[in-house]
């Protein structure tokens, strides 16, 4: 297999934004593409000059592709998932993997018994900032990770993101899941498995969606390291904010801005008084949705492991679920749920 031929599950912003680059590699070429959308599959199926479906179920039996990527909304990954590997094809699923624990097992254990590659497109760990700062805290020279607090907080959904499956929690997995995948699976990158999520927080103003607008959370880890994350989309005016603190033994670490390439991490380590500072726009790495998709494709075309199994994707979610039941029940959930 000199070229791997996928289809692409979902026309919309992030199926459209997974495809081009996959479309662009050298090794790989969107050969179908499926959505319930006809107008959006045809416009999909023109651009990368794709047979185009409306049925999932058709394009997986009749397509002729090897792998197929998976970005439609949350609820539909795992029966898509299903779908797919049950024909022997390799998957790249968006975040969340599913809006539950139980969906996500299902998924691993479905590509398992198909002896199919199942990855999780969590394309934070990619993002410049973040990319830089894993090697740079993976590098072992600021120490141990010890606590890792992150502050996501903007206003309700709106425009393009305002669509309704986003607002129902069954359909999305609500904020932790819909957006907080990303943040969750970064804590985890740094500091490995958790043991105990204890969170607060509720639906304060966005009644048009069916689960919280603001939470707390807080994580503790296998290794003793700590983890604060606050989800919020109660920002009026636009006072969003994406920062970031990881403190390690050795070192202090702290992102003004996540997604600007204007922005600074600003970093110390023990003994100095020198604040250093690292203008995120200057981090050189390959384009992050370009990186995980190729990553993707050289793993199934060289049958070696994937680069964020389905354990992973279930981790953002298992983190994701316990901080609702901790919600709900109003005490601290052990892990594994
Ligand atoms: N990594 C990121 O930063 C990022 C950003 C946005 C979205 N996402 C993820 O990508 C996924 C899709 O999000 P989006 O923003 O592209 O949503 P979207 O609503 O823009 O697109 C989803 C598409 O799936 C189609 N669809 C729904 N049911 C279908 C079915 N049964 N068969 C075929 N097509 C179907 C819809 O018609 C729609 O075109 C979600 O999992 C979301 O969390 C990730």
Redesign the pocket.
Known sequence: MAQLKVGL?????????LATPCHELPNSTIAAV????EA??REAGDKFAADVY???GRLVAEAGVDAVI?????F??R??VECAVASGKHVLC???MAPTVADCNAMIAAADRAGTQLMV????RYIPAFHWLRDQIGSGAYGDVLAISIERIGGRWGG??G?P??LRRAE??GNLM?IN??ELDFMRCLAGDAARVYAVGGNYICDEQDYEDLVFASITFKSGAVGWLHSSSLCHAGMGAYTGRVQCSKGTFFIENGFSSDAYIRYGVEGGDEVKAQKIGDIEVEPA?QHEVRLFVEAVLSDTPVAVPGSDGRAAVELAEAAYRSIAERRPIDLPL
């Open positions: 599950l979902g026309c919309g912003g992030m199926g459209l934004s499926c959505d319930t959308d959006r599959a409306t049925d999932y998976v970005a439609s909304p949350p539909m990954h029966p898509m968006e975040k969340p497109a969590q394309v934070l393009d993101y669509v499956w986003r999305s997995g819909e995948a990303h949705v």
